[in-house]
Structure formats: structure tokens, C-alpha cells
């Protein structure tokens, strides 16, 4: 593209005090005037020339010649850069970085990338089409030349202009002036340069400002500091108070109001909260009076509480312990994975397979504590799951242990031939893709 | 331009055009009919072959009828010259409806062969239908198709009137009279045509919905409407009826284009919804149309209707040279086509609802002569209605902007 200014590099001159012309300027009535002028400057071997006109003329882009724009193709590049991007970003961060099943999705599917990919190709290609435009365009300069030149004001009211750069070998000050006269301008004008274009000095009120600015951009991170470094008696500036203050009492705190100093209280002699009665101490700790651990369901034993175990197991345990009980869960088989590849600071005791036969000799109530109080590393699950869904888990694992030790012919007839049909799949433990063919 | 000349089509061609074309339309239809009778094909293969030819045109000229009303509601200039083009294609509306009646008859008829939602002894025990019998049921989808097509009657005969009209003095009340009544047609137009798609092929399988499928429609229509305005505007300036530019056809050009990714965009955002809810009752439809042959079309259709057209429709120097826009017009148009038969002929046999639905393409001779017949049969229409009419609307306030018109 043209370059669309004066660029300063005038013609080799001596510095003799006169400023220096950058250009000519030609002021033009008519657009066909203008047209057939820029088509002649052309034509005559001007390299660096500009039409400036108060709405677009199409004709000029054919009468300059100005080459087609290569913006199209920047665009295009950067919308396809924006797909690629987002592809390989989703693809890095969901299949490799942190692979994480999410509600049985595959770890990468195209259709949730796509819309992030559209996102992306539309975003870089219209940054790339505005920026790309203001800089092929030269724009966002804050002056130019021209605009020392005072007829040169109507081209955006009602005249056309044409200046030609004193670049390049043609420019000759009298002949190009000589020329574009003779192309029926209505005036020819120099384009000089002017004494602040011509000083390396700074122009004072710049100067000024940017100090006066400077200066006072200084104090916020100064009255900052001040704050930070010193020490003050009065409480801290609340400038959004929110409710950060509120009258109550915090729990665990002391509190001179009560003899015994503490802001929690005890509940009032001889009265329980609703629903924390638990005499029942089969139901509520697994023991019985005497404190042995129970060995018989205190809940009823049906295909119904069945259910509800395998249920409340699958939302609970399942994570660590696996759908078997063997310990082979998602966060187990992660926490394997990382330990494989080495990752620092890893430590990560695995969840005993609920097979064992150690737990297996277990009496229930036994597991109910391990749930209730949780066990060495498993954490507590009484706060999850109330003591009925505990039973009901239990009664699951027991399931889940006979299951583990059943040998073939125990399966009723009419399931075994039914597994005997199905075909053998590799078990080296992953979990096949739901997908269809 | 010659303000003196008149644009029309070269004298008699109409005539010749309107016989030749309209009995291949009628050759065409009444030969699937026959060879569905000798029994090469089955009735419910030919009604969905018929709905298919009859949806793809009832699309393509609620294309035109967008065009029209868009035109005028936000005052284009460019596209005066080929606006007329446009109100001619629209009016085949009522030839369209003459031919919609066997596809009402046939929801009269009490079986499966096109509506499952038309067949007592499948509403009987299949409740997702039963609940929807109160909108679903043939008298009441007689009505509204009555009432479909009365609308796009009505707005396309009114446009195309006062723009005759137009024609024969200097009224630029007319204009702007248009231009406001454009904004309620937009408001029926779209409304209508949603229904419609709700009708004629989404109840199809009438246990599925999704209710971006009317603008789905709109957007394949558009699309083909563009193609099809593409190739004839270049074969009228061709035979000296037209004033067109390569600016104009640049522009359109520019419309098939925003109309491709249109298109792909309105296809996906259904597709996805569907796809990460993961309902069932939804993804049955979806289901079904990747298994087997339908989903080799489906990739067919992400590639043929999407990514090879964008790439091919991206640069301008395409779009302003007639042959290689010729060639993506007649691309898009086939297109069309596979897009509308993925979507119909799966529905066959109880479709995704049936409990082992087909896979397999099941091409026949029938699709291709039916949609044969309603090409001809629009076409002869759209000669029928061009006749020895004026193809520029003479004295619209901006034609000479629209002749003088150039693009950046």
C-alpha cells in the first residue's frame, strides 16, 4: 500500500535556515479533476502521491492503481490461527494437561470445542482486520505535514486534493509544481516542514504536561507506601464496609458477658435438638449396650435398602473405591497416574479394596465406625450421609463381597449363558468409550 | 443504462419455456407415481420423495420472499435491479399450494405413509403423540396450511403489485409505504415459516422437537434462494433481459456466502444443544441420522454445505467472476438437496422411533423424478409470471444508485 503521509525524508537539501519542502499540494474543484490528475501523476512516474477527498470516489482506487489489499489474507490467516489455537488449547487442557471425565463425555469431543473455536477464529480476525487497517493506513498519528497547510482544511468540506511526496527521484520543486498547475489545479501549494517539525526540541507545553502529569501520577503510589510502611492507632480505613461489622457474638470466642467467659452455649440442662436423639446406639454407633460392635443389621434387610446402598455408594464411595469395591476409583486411578509420572510432593495412601479379607472378617459395626469417625487416611461421612444410608451402604458392601468370591455356578443358568454369549473384551481395567460405531 | 430500453425476457421466450418446462414437472411427478404403482417404489417412499421436492422449493422461494421484504425494510440500493427477479420467483406461492394439496390429502388418509401423527392405531399406543393430537391432527394442519400459504400469497402478490405499480409513474409514497409494511410481513413471514417447518417436516417424527428448526429452514432456504438468483440473474443479463453487474453479482455473492456459515452456525447450535443435554428423547433423531449410510451423509453435509463452500465462496475474486459463482450456485443447490433428504428419509418406517431404524441410503429413482417435476413446475411458473413483465422496476427511487453501484 501507498504510504498515505509526508514522510520526513525530503529531498537532499542543505540546511541553509529555509524550511524544507516535504511535498506539493494541489487543490482540485471537481472530482473528475481530481481523478484524471491522479491518473496523469501516475502515469508521469510519481511513486509517492495521495488523493484526499471528502467521501469515498471509487474511481480513484483504478486511476492510482493502488494495489489490492492484503488485508483479506492477514484476516484469513488469523481466523485459521484462532481455530488451530483453540483446538490444540482445549485439546492440551481436557485430554492431556488435566484429563477429567465430565458427566461421561469423552475426555475430548469436537462439538464442545467448536463453539470456542468460532469464538476465537471471529475474535482474532476482526482484531486483526481493525489494527491491520489502522496500520496499512498509517492511522492513529497524532499530525501530519498537510495539515500545516491552510486550504488544505477543505478536504473534508468540498475539495479535492492531491499532494505529491518530495520522495523519490521525480520530485523536482518548480517541475512538480509546474505539472500539477498544469493539470488544472486551482492552486499549487508547497508542504513545509514546519519549525516544530524542524527543532529536535520537545515543544514546551509538552514538556509541561508531561512532567505536571508525572509528577502527580507519583502520589498515589507514594500516599500507598506511607500506609504500608507505618503503624497506626486508629482502626483501618473501611472504605466498602459491606457487612463486614455486625452485633453477634462469633462461636469459639471469648465473651465476658456469660460467668463461664464463652460465646457458645451449652444447650439448656435435660433438652436434645431435634433429631440428634440417639438412644438407638446399634443405629447410631454400631455397638451395642455393652459396647461390642453389632454384628446384625439394625435397619431392615430388603431388596429395597439394597437399592438405596448401591445408590448412596455409587454417589459417595465409588470416587475412591471403584464400582467393585476393589479400590480402583477415578480419584484413585488419577492419584496413581500422577504418582507414575513422578509428580512432587505426592503422597497417597490407596483406598483398601472393600474385598479384603480382612474387612470381610470385619463385624458391621466395625465399618459403620470406619464411615461414622472415618479411618486412618479416609476422612468421616457422617456429616454426608445419615446413619440409615450407612446401614444401607454396608449391606452393599457385603454384596459387593460376595459378588468378589462367587464362583461360576452360582450365577442362575439363564444369566451364565447369557454372559457366555457376550463376547471377551480386554479387562486391563479402562473404561470403554460408550460410543456407537 | 438506457433509460428508454426496456428490460423483459427476449419476445416468446416465456412461451416456449412455460410448456416445455411444466410438462416435464408434470412428466416427472407422474412418472413416480407410476413406478411406485408398478411397484419399483413404495407409497410412503414417494410421498416423502414428493414432500422433499415440494419442501425444497416451498424453502427456496420463502428465500425470495426474505429477500423482497429485507430489501425494502432496510432501504437496499444495490439490489433494485434484481428485486424485480426476486418478486417473480415469489410468485409461485399459489402453485406451490396447488401442489401441497396431496400432502394435506395424504394426512386425511388415516395410516403412516407420511404423518405417524395421521394414524389412530399408532396414536393408540404411543402416548407422546396422543398428548400432541390437539395441534398435530389433519384438519387442524389443513388449516394452517391454508393459512401458511395465505400469507405468503398475500405478501408476495402485495409487493410485487405495488412495485408494478411503480413502474408506470414516478410514486415515491409507494416506496415508503413498502418499506413500512415490510416490518409486520418480517414479524409473519417468520412466524409462518417456523410453523411450517414445524409441520411439513419436523412432525415427521412427531415424538421430536426443537424449536431453531424453523430457522434452520430459513437458513438452508435463504441459501438456495441466493444460489438460485445467482445463476438466473447471470443467464438473464446473458440474454441481454438484465442490467446486472459483476458488482451485483458480487453482492450476492456475499449473501451465499454469510448464508453458508448462516446455515452451519443455526445446524450446529441445534446440534450441539441436543448433543450436551444428552435427553434421550431428543438425541433419538440425531441418533439415527449418524448411524450407518445417514451418517456419511451428515459428514457429507458438514463438509459439502460448509466447509469446502466457505473456502470456496471466501474471495472476492470468486464472487466476481460468473462462471466459478455459477459453479458454487449449482454446488449449493445440490446441496440442498442432500440436506433436505437427510433430514426427510430417514423419517421412513417409523423413523428414529422405530425400534430398529433404517441405515442405509435409500436412493431411488422416485427422489430424483420428483424433484424433477417440481423443478420444472417451478420453473415454468417462474416464466409464467415473468411473461413479457418489465425485469427492472423502472421507476423506483433508487435504480440508478442500484445501476451505478460498485463495490469497495
Known sequence: ?437 | MNQERDYRLPEGLAKKVVPVAGILGIGGIVAALGLSLAGMSTMEHLAHAYLLGFWYFVTLSLGGLFFVLIHHLVGAKWSVVVRRVAEIIVGVFPVLFLLSIPIVAISFMGDSTLFRWANPEEIAHNELIQKKTAYLNPTFFAIRVVIYFGIWTMLATYFARTSAAQDSGHDPAKAYRMRQLAAPGLILFGTSLTFAAFDFVMSLEPEWFSTIFGVYQFGGGALAFFSFLAIFTIWLEKKGSLPTTVEHYHDIGKYMFGFTVFWAYIAFSQFMLIWYANIPEETGWYLHRQQGAWGWMAIVLIFGHFVIPFFGLVSRHIKRRRPTLLFWACWILAMHFVDLYWLVMPSMHGGAHHSEPTTGIPFQIVDFLCWIGFAGLFVAAVFWRAGNRSLVPMNDPHLADSLAFRNY
Request: glycine share 8%.
Open chain 1, 1 to 437: 500500500m501507498e504510504s498515505h503521509s509526508m514522510d520526513q525524508k525530503p529531498e537532499a537539501s542543505i540546511d541553509n535556515g529555509e524550511p524544507r519542502v516535504l511535498g506539493m499540494v494541489a487543490e482540485f474543484d471537481t472530482p473528475d479533476a481530481l481523478i484524471e490528475a491522479a491518473r496523469r501523476v501516475r502515469e508521469e512516474g510519481y511513486e509517492h502521491f495521495d488523493a484526499h477527498t471528502p467521501y469515498p470516489i471509487h474511481a480513484l482506487d483504478d486511476a492510482m492503481k493502488i494495489r489490492p489489499t492484503i488485508i483479506p489474507w492477514l484476516v484469513l490467516g488469523a481466523g485459521m490461527t484462532g481455530t488451530a489455537i483453540a483446538v490444540l488449547m482445549q485439546y492440551w487442557t481436557n485430554a492431556v494437561d488435566y484429563p477429567f471425565v465430565i458427566s461421561g463425555k469423552p475426555l475430548f469431543s469436537l462439538p464442545a470445542n467448536v463453539p470456542i473455536m468460532f469464538e476465537l477464529t471471529v475474535l482474532l480476525a476482526a482484531l486483526t482486520a481493525f489494527f491491520s487497517n489502522m496500520a496499512l493506513n498509517k492511522m492513529g498519528r497524532p499530525s501530519n505535514p498537510l495539515f500545516s497547510v491552510d486550504r488544505f482544511r477543505s478536504a473534508t468540506a468540498e475539495k479535492f486534493f492531491l499532494s505529491v511526496e518530495a520522495r523519490g527521484f521525480k520530485f523536482d520543486r518548480v517541475e512538480t509544481k509546474q505539472f500539477l498547475e498544469g493539470l488544472g489545479a486551482a492552486a499549487v501549494e508547497p508542504v513545509l516542514e514546519t519549525e516544530a517539525e524542524r527543532s529536535s526540541k520537545l515543544p514546551r507545553p509538552l514538556v509541561t504536561t508531561a512532567i505536571i502529569l508525572g509528577s502527580l501520577a507519583l502520589v498515589p503510589p507514594a500516599f500507598v507506601f506511607g500506609m504500608r510502611a507505618g503503624t497506626f492507632d486508629a482502626p483501618r480505613l473501611h472504605i466498602v464496609p459491606d457487612m463486614d461489622f455486625q452485633p453477634k457474638y462469633k462461636a469459639q470466642t471469648e465473651n465476658d458477658f456469660f460467668g463461664d467467659h464463652r460465646a457458645n452455649r451449652p444447650p439448656v440442662e435435660g433438652t436434645i435438638a431435634i433429631g440428634a436423639l440417639d438412644l438407638d446406639t446399634a443405629l447410631h454407633y454400631g455397638k451395642n449396650e455393652d459396647g461390642d460392635y453389632v454384628t446384625e443389621f439394625p435397619i431392615p434387610v430388603n431388596a429395597e435398602t439394597m437399592a438405596r446402598g448401591q445408590q448412596r455408594y455409587r454417589i459417595t464411595c465409588v470416587a475412591c473405591h471403584g464400582e467393585s469395591g476393589t479400590g480402583d476409583g477415578m480419584i484413585a486411578k488419577r492419584a496413581d497416574l500422577l504418582a507414575q509420572r513422578g509428580t512432587s510432593g505426592m503422597s497417597w495412601v490407596p483406598p483398601t479394596s472393600i474385598l479384603d479379607q480382612p474387612v470381610q472378617d470385619q463385624p458391621i459395626g466395625q465399618i459403620f465406625e470406619s464411615i461414622t469417625n472415618g479411618i486412618r487416611t479416609m476422612p468421616s461421612y457422617a456429616q454426608q450421609i445419615t446413619p440409615e444410608d450407612r446401614w444401607a451402604i454396608i449391606l452393599y458392601l457385603k454384596a459387593l463381597q460376595r459378588a468378589g468370591s462367587a464362583t461360576s455356578d452360582q450365577i442362575p443358568a439363564s444369566e451364565r449363558q447369557r454372559l457366555n454369549a457376550m463376547p471377551v473384551e480386554a479387562t486391563d481395567g479402562q473404561a470403554t468409550e460408550g460410543e456407537d460405531e
